[in-house]
Each structure stands twice: as C-alpha cells, then as structure tokens.
C-alpha cells in the first residue's frame, strides 16, 4: 500500500502540467486580490459652487477641504458644476446658499450621481457632517455640550483580504479535488490504465485508497502554499494555528475528492470531465462564499447555500484563521463535512466504474 | 511478502505436461445492447488448451476472441459456461487464477508518467513471486531505456514492453491479444520470435488472439477458427488446410489471354482466377497440385503458351476461413 502511495504522488508531481494548474490557480487569486489596496480609504471628486462670497460659502468650502480623501475644487455656477457631474470629472456637487437668501435658512444643495455607492456612502454622510458642524457654530453654539470621543481599542484588524484567504484555500483544494481527480482519472480510465490493473491481483480499492491518500498529501501542500504566499506576499493575518487550517483542509478535501471520482465515473471522456467539474465547482466557490458574505442573497436560496458541502469548509476555516478559533470550536462545520464525506463516498461507489462495460 | 526470482526457471513438470493449461465449457457472453436488445459476443465456447502448447484464436474484428479472452484472464463474468486455469475456476479462484497469468491487452496502456522500469517494479509488487525488471528488459533488449516513458517508444518496442510487463510474474500462461497489429513486418518477425521463445525456452503456455491468418500459421500449435461467437473449426494449421476441398493454388503469368474455362477443362480444377492485378496472371484453385500440375504443362505445351512465374502456393488460414464462414478474414 505504501508503494502504491507513493507511486499516486510521483504520477502527481510529475505531471507538471497539471500540478502548475492546480497550485497557480487558487495562488493567482491569492496574488491579484493581495494586489488590490483594498483598504484604501474612499476618495471624492467635489465640485463646489459659491455664488456670492459670503461667510458662510468660505466656512462651507473650507469644511469641506478638510475632509479627508475630498479633492474640493471650486465651480463657478450650477449649469456648469452639473456638466462636469455628467461627465465624470467630479463626484459630487455642493451648492452653497445663492446670492440674495437670508442666511439663516440657507440650502445646501449636493447634487450626486447615484450609479456610484461606494462614494455616496462615504461622501455624503462627510458633507452632512459638515452641514451639521456649521449649523452649530451658525447658531452660535460655541461649545456642542455632547462631545464625541472616539477611542479604537487595540484588538483585531480584519480586512478583506484576511476574509479572503481562507476561502482562497478552501476553494483551491476543491478545486483541484474535483476538477483534477475528475480528469486525471477519467484519463486514466481512457488510456485503459485502470483496465491493466484489473488484470493483476491487485484489488481496486487499494488503488483507489491509495490515490485518495496521495490526494490528500497534495491538499495539504497546496492549502499549506497558498496561506504562505497570503501571510508572507501580502501580509495577511491568520489569528488561528496553521495545524487546524491544514487539517480542516484535508478533512474537507475527502468530500471533493469523492466527488472528483463521481465526475470521472460519470463524463464520458476526459475533456468532458473538465466541463462537468468545473460546473459543479465554479458556482459552489461563489455560493458558498468564498469572495463575499452569503448574506446578500435571498433568504431561501441563503439557508440552500448553508448546505453546500463547500460552505461548512470556508466557514470551519475562517473560525479557525479569523476568530482564531481552535478545531475543536469547529463541531457544527464538521459535522456537516462528516455528513458530506459519507454522502459523496456513496454516490462515488455507485457511479465509478474501472474500465467501460465491466 | 514478494519473492523475487533470480533467473529463468524452466518449466518441465511431468505432471504439468500431461494437464490441460486452460479449458473453457460452453461459455456464453451476452451483452445488453441499446439498439439490438442483446448482443451474443461469445455463443457457447467450449476447447480445452494443454499446456506448453502455443493456441490461437484466428477470426475478424468483433468475433468474440478478446471477450472469450477476459472472461478466461478474470476480468469479466461469463453469462453461463465455465473457465479454468489449472484446475481454478476464472470467477471464484480469481484472485488465485490472476497470480498464475501473464495478460497483455490489446492497447493496453500504461501510466504515462512512469519509466519503463518503475512501471515493471510496480506491477511486479501486486504479486507474490515477481522477476526484476532489469531481466525483463534485457529479454526484449530494452535496458538502455529503463529511464523512458512509455511514450518515448516506437510501436514495436512499445509492444515488446508490453509483452515482457506481462511476464512480470513469471506466468505459467501468457495471453497476448492482437500482440502485432499495427506492427511493420520487420517488427512482426521479431515479436515472432519473442513470442516463441517465451513458449520454447520457458515452457510457458501462450494463447493469443489474431487476425493475420500468417501470424496463426506461423507461432500456433492449434488454431480454433472463430467468428460472430462460435468456434468453427479447431486443430493444427496444416490440418485445418488439408481439410480444405481447395488446398493449392497454381500461379503463372503468360502474354496473351486464355479463356477461364479452358484451364476448368483441366483436372482437378475447381475455380479459376483470371487477370489477377490487371495483367495476364491466372491462378488455378485445386485439390491436389500433383494432380494438376502435368496436366496443366502438358497442355501449355500443345497450345503453344509461354509460362512465367510459375509457383505453387498451398492454401492458407485465409481460405479456411472463407470455406466456414463464407467471408473474409479482413471484414
């Protein structure tokens, strides 16, 4: 059994073609989205009009200089703050109160584009904040009798990224799980490879087992890359110990290798197993949350996707590298795994087949 | 724990002489078949093959050899009938049967990423007894390429690899299917070779399938002529010939044409090919060339024709073949 093991991994490694499949592409994920600064704070374009220099234009446009990430430039009436709105140039449009109102009940007219959240909902909270600031001070309230203080105490920064990484390796291992088992053994079921093996004492299982086992070991590599090039390129954080991600990897991995066998059992040449592996995993990868929270989706389809046997895995892994979690935190995940693990080895026996027509 | 042999052993049991190495009775395969309902691949098979000797199964493309051949090796189930390979049963003993065999498969693939030698180590571990790969490959002149992928080979020594990766175990029965189709005939001759040194040297049993009515004649002790799933005709290949009503060919080309039906007049004459490929070749088919033959010169003389290229060729598997079944061995 060991030399069948060990004859599993040197055919893996071997294969460089697909060996470079299976680790750059969960690693190029890892490396493109470490690329984006994503923690960047939001910048605005704004474009102010003040018609009439007043004090009050003066304190609105200083105020809102001082925001951090405006770029205030200055527009000399509507029409023209309006066309540069169309076209881009700039973000946002404050209109201060127009020459000939009293004062005390000045409009502050924002004109923006609604296509744009991401700036909308940093830039007009900044501008509303603004407004409020001056409409204290304009109604001659020196000192605000609330003040407020804000303190961040020191504890963990989460960003993105760090949300990212564990789904990266979650959906890397499945990946190549299923895809890669389902190819390389569809095309050894081609090159009547396994029909050759039928032919020797040998039991099928063993086989089998044996190549699961060398699977199993590639997880863990891979799983074991692509966290080093997160932590180590990019700076991500992993609160958890490395031990449970590796193994909770490889715990997970049994279900997609499963799978991976199914699809080999099931397509009828090697090139369709690419397809038919790549459909199942590609949505599960979106579904089950690897890029963004699940809670955006409709509450039906949200408690479906729950149940996906790729969504306990990314949220077993994230306890563990996020919440810094240990394994044993992990039950209800692993329970599901362990559901899953049983019900893709069924469907992996009754569809796989050594050779055509045995 | 697997021993591994040093040297070749020689078969010479006297009991296995006398014990037959494989017998087969009335084996049936049907298969269930989407367009036909069912398809009979194998019809109620029954021969026995003794062992040492060299058995072949001569038919076209889809007559049933390799199927007969799986269910003998223990890859497939029969439908009813039973094999057996000294004395164990092909579905019970299987296991048993497996370490006693050598099989090499029609195409039979091997992992692409491996080397020759690391294929050979391999396969040799799935049994108890195993003989090294450096003999193996130096038994078909391939150590030089112990490091190569199977890939890497041409075809004839791709197929003496995988010959040789049958004998890993040192079988007491080869079966080789289709071992030189796709083969030149410079390739073909020294798998011949191969093949009957195999049977020769090392007393092993050889049973293969084949196509090339040559290949049959030439490496076969007996032949059982098989097609659409039945065997038609069983024995050595010059009986099988001589059981033929036309067992020779007359051949001569001449310079002028002659009517067919004036060489029928001849005796002993049953058919007659004329302008065979086109020029002014003629064949006589006939029972007995000795009987023919004076005649035909005698008659050549008096009507003046010139005479070239004059051969006797005895009839070959091909024909047999065609006297059974009414078709062509290449269908």
Redesign the interface.
């Known amino acids: 059994m060991w ?2 093991v060990v ?1 599993s991994l ?2 893996l490694y ?2 460089k073609e697909a060996l470079l499949w299976a680790l750059a592409f969960p690693m190029s994920f890892a490396v493109v989205f470490g690329l984006f600064d994503l923690n960047k704070p939001p910048e605005a374009n704004v474009g102010v009009v003040t018609p009439a220099s007043s004090p009050v234009a003066a304190q609105l446009l200083a105020g809102l200089r001082e925001i951090e990430g405006f770029t205030v430039s200055e527009q000399p009436d509507l029409p023209r703050a309006q066309a540069e709105l169309g076209d881009g140039t700039v973000d946002l449009v404050v209109a201060g109160p127009p020459a000939g109102q009293p004062e005390a009940t000045g409009v502050v007219r924002v004109r923006y584009d609604g296509s744009d959240p991401e700036i909308n909902r940093f830039a007009l909270p900044a501008v509303e904040r603004v407004v409020d600031g001056m409409n204290l001070s304009l109604a001659g309230v020196e000192a605000p009798p609330l003040l407020l203080e804000q303190e961040e105490v020191v504890g963990k920064t989460v960003t993105y990224y760090d949300f990212l990484l564990p789904g990266l390796v979650a959906m890397g291992v499945m990946h190549f799980s299923i895809v890669g088992t389902g190819v390389g053994v569809a095309r ?1 079921r081609e ?3 396994l ?2 093996l ?5 039991q099928p299982v063993r086989f089998l087992t044996a190549y699961v086992i060398a699977s199993l070991v590639l997880a863990a590599v891979q799983a074991a890359l692509i966290l080093g090039t997160g932590v180590l390129l990019f700076g991500a954080q992993v609160y958890g110990h490395v031990a449970w991600i590796l193994l909770l990897s490889v715990v997970g991995n049994l279900v997609f290798l499963n799978l991976g066998f199914v699809v080999a059992g099931r397509a009828p040449s090697s090139t369709a197993a690419q397809g038919v592996g790549s459909c199942v995993s590609i949505p599960m990868m979106i579904l089950s949350g690897v890029f963004f929270s699940t809670d955006t989706l409709p509450p039906l389809v949200r408690s479906g996707v729950e149940y996906l046997p790729l969504t306990p895995l990314i949220d077993a892994l994230r306890k563990v590298a996020i919440d810094g979690l240990s394994i044993t935190d992990t039950g209800r995940q692993l329970t599901l795994i362990g559901a899953w693990i049983v019900i893709s080895f069924l469907l992996a026996s009754l569809t796989f087949r050594f050779a055509d ?2 | 724990m697997a021993t591994v042999r040093q040297g070749v052993k020689l078969r010479s049991g006297s009991r296995r002489e006398s014990e037959n190495a494989v017998e087969v009775e009335d084996l049936v395969k049907v298969f269930p078949s989407r367009r036909r309902g069912t398809v009979v691949a194998v019809g109620g098979v029954s021969f026995s093959v003794r062992a040492g000797e060299v058995f072949g199964f001569l038919g076209p493309n889809g007559a049933g050899k390799t199927t007969t051949l799986e269910i003998i090796e223990g890859m497939r189930d029969p439908t009813s009938g039973r094999a057996q390979v000294f004395g164990l049963d092909s579905r019970r003993d299987r296991v048993k049967l497996k370490e006693r065999i050598g099989v090499q498969l029609q195409a039979g693939a091997y992992f692409d990423y491996l080397t020759l030698e690391e294929i050979l180590d391999l396969l040799g571990s799935f049994y108890r007894e195993r003989v090294p790969p450096a003999e193996l490959l130096e038994k078909v002149g391939l150590v030089e390429k112990r490091k190569a992928l199977v890939r890497e080979l041409s075809g004839g020594q791709a197929q003496r690899f995988s010959i040789v990766a049958a004998l890993v175990n040192d079988p007491d029965v080869v079966f080789l299917d289709e071992p030189t189709t796709g083969l030149d005939p410079q390739a073909r001759r020294n798998l011949w070779e191969l093949i009957t040194s195999i049977n020769r040297d090392e007393g092993k049993t050889v049973i293969l399938t084949t196509h090339y009515m040559e290949e049959a004649e030439h490496l076969c002790d007996r032949v059982a002529i098989i097609d659409r799933g039945t065997i038609r005709a069983l024995d050595t290949p010059t009986d099988l010939i001589h059981q033929l009503p036309v067992a020779y060919r007359i051949m001569f080309s001449t310079d002028g044409h002659i009517e067919p039906a004036e060489l029928q007049t001849l005796p002993g004459v049953a058919e007659v090919d004329a302008c065979i490929n086109g020029r002014f070749a003629y064949g006589l088919r006939v029972a007995r060339a000795m009987e023919t033959l004076p005649a035909f010169l005698t008659w050549a003389e008096q009507r003046d024709v010139r005479v070239e290229n004059l051969r006797v060729l005895p009839a070959t598997l091909e024909e047999v073949f065609l006297s059974l079944t009414g078709r062509s061995l290449r269908e």
């Open positions: 030399k069948l004859v040197r055919l071997r294969n050894y090159q009547r490879v029909r050759r039928l032919v020797t004492p040998l027509g045995k």
